[in-house]
C-alpha cells in the first residue's frame, strides 16, 4: 500500500477511535445525568411516601382524639342525663345512675340495676333508710373506686358507725379492707389485759402490729406457691395462738407444740403439727410472724426450687429441712401505737417493766 494512503487510513481509523471515546464519554455522562435523576425522584418518592404516612398517622391520631373526646364527651352526657337524688335518712345527695351501678354485687348496684320498679318522693328523690351522715364517705368510694383511701380524721367511733353502713351496702372489704384484722387484733389485746402478765401483753402487741403482711425469700429460692404471699391474721387459734392465712386460702402460718412458727395446709394447720416451712424461736414467748428472725427459716423440699434446694444449708446430715435465705416480711397493715386499745395496753407494760 501506498504510505500516502496508509497514513490516511490511519488518519481516518484515529479520527473514528476518538469520536467513539467522546461518544462514549457523552453516553457515561448521560448515564449518570440519568442515574442522579432516578436517585433524585427515589428521593422524592420515599419523602412522598413518608410525608403520607405521616399524615396518615396525623389522621389516625385526630380520629382516636375525636373517638376518645366523644367518648368523654358521651360520658358526661350520661352521667348528665342519669342525674339521680338520695334522700339518705334526711341527708340529700346527688349523683349519677352510671356511679350508683359502677362496682357490682353491691346494694345500690342492684337497687338501680333497672330489674327493680323505685318510686320518688315529691322533690324527685330515691329514699334510702339508713343513716346519711357518713353517706359521702360510700359515694367517694364509688366514684374513685381503686383509688379511694378514707381519710386519717375520721375517728375511731366514726369508722366503727362507718363500719356498719359499709357493710350494708355491700362495701367494707373494699373501703376498709383490714377493718376484720383489726377487730382480731384488739381482742386479742383485750383477752391480755386480762391475763396480766408481761409475757401475754408482749405476745399480743407483737401479734397486733402485724396483722397483715407480705413474706418471701430476698433471692429466688422459694417456689412460687410460697412466694411474695400476702398473709392476714384470722381469728381461727391453734395451740393457743392466732392463725394467719395467705391470700387463696390455701395456706396457713401458726404455731405448733413446740412453739415453732409452722407454714402448711388445711391439714397441717387443723392438727398442728409440721408443714412445708418452719421458723423455730429461741424465746418462750409466742411471737407474730413479722417479729420472728428472718434468717430462722427452714422448709423441705417442696417449697424450694429444685436447683437451689441441692446446694441449701441442712440441719444435719440426711434431713429434708433446709434453710431459706433471708426472707423480706414487709407489714401492710397493723394497729399503731397511737390505737386506744393500744395504747392502754402499753401503758399496762410500762407499768410492769
Not at 345500690?108 to 320518688?120: C, D, H, I, K, P
Request: glycine share 6%; with cysteine.
Amino acid at each position: 500500500m501506498e504510505a500516502w494512503l496508509y497514513d490516511a487510513v490511519q488518519l481516518s481509523l484515529e479520527e473514528g477511535f476518538n469520536e467513539l471515546k467522546v461518544e462514549q464519554q457523552k453516553a457515561r455522562e448521560e448515564s449518570a445525568r440519568l442515574l442522579a435523576e432516578a436517585h433524585e425522584a427515589a428521593v422524592e418518592v420515599k419523602t412522598d411516601a413518608e410525608r403520607v404516612d405521616e399524615t396518615r398517622r396525623d389522621v389516625e391520631r385526630d380520629r382516636a382524639a375525636l373517638e376518645e373526646e366523644k367518648t368523654a364527651m358521651e360520658k358526661a352526657h350520661t352521667f348528665q342525663t342519669s342525674k339521680v337524688l338520695l334522700d339518705v335518712g334526711g341527708h340529700k345527695f346527688s349523683t349519677s345512675r352510671t356511679t350508683l351501678t359502677s362496682v357490682p354485687d353491691t346494694y345500690l348496684a342492684s337497687l338501680f340495676s333497672g330489674r327493680f320498679e323505685l318510686t320518688t318522693d315529691a322533690e324527685g328523690a330515691y329514699f334510702i333508710d339508713r343513716d346519711g351522715r357518713h353517706f359521702h364517705h360510700i359515694l367517694n368510694c364509688l366514684r374513685d373506686f381503686g383509688r379511694f383511701e378514707l381519710s386519717s380524721d375520721v375517728t375511731g367511733g366514726q369508722r366503727k358507725e362507718l363500719a356498719v353502713e359499709a357493710e350494708f351496702y355491700g362495701l367494707l372489704d373494699r373501703m376498709m379492707p383490714y377493718h376484720a384484722q383489726e377487730l382480731i387484733g384488739r381482742a386479742l389485746l383485750r383477752r391480755a389485759c386480762l391475763g396480766d402478765t408481761k409475757v401475754e401483753l408482749q405476745t399480743a402487741v407483737a401479734q397486733t402490729r402485724g396483722l397483715g403482711f407480705k413474706m418471701g425469700s430476698t433471692t429466688p429460692f422459694l417456689t412460687d406457691e410460697f412466694q411474695d404471699l400476702r398473709w392476714a391474721i384470722t381469728d381461727r387459734v391453734v395451740n393457743g395462738s392466732p392463725v394467719w392465712a395467705a391470700e387463696g386460702g390455701e395456706l396457713f402460718m401458726y404455731c405448733d407444740v413446740t412453739n415453732a412458727m409452722i407454714i402448711g395446709d388445711e391439714a397441717n394447720c387443723a392438727e398442728g403439727v409440721r408443714g412445708f416451712m418452719s421458723n423455730w424461736q429461741e424465746t418462750e414467748i409466742v411471737t407474730a410472724p413479722t417479729a420472728l428472725p428472718s434468717d430462722g427459716w427452714f422448709s423441705i423440699p417442696h417449697a424450694k426450687l429444685p436447683s437451689m434446694y441441692t446446694s441449701a444449708y441442712r440441719l444435719s446430715h440426711g434431713n429434708s429441712w433446709a434453710c431459706v435465705p433471708d426472707m423480706r416480711i414487709t407489714v401492710v397493715h397493723g394497729l399503731n401505737d397511737d390505737d386506744p386499745t393500744m395504747t392502754a395496753v402499753l401503758r399496762q407494760l410500762a407499768a410492769l417493766a
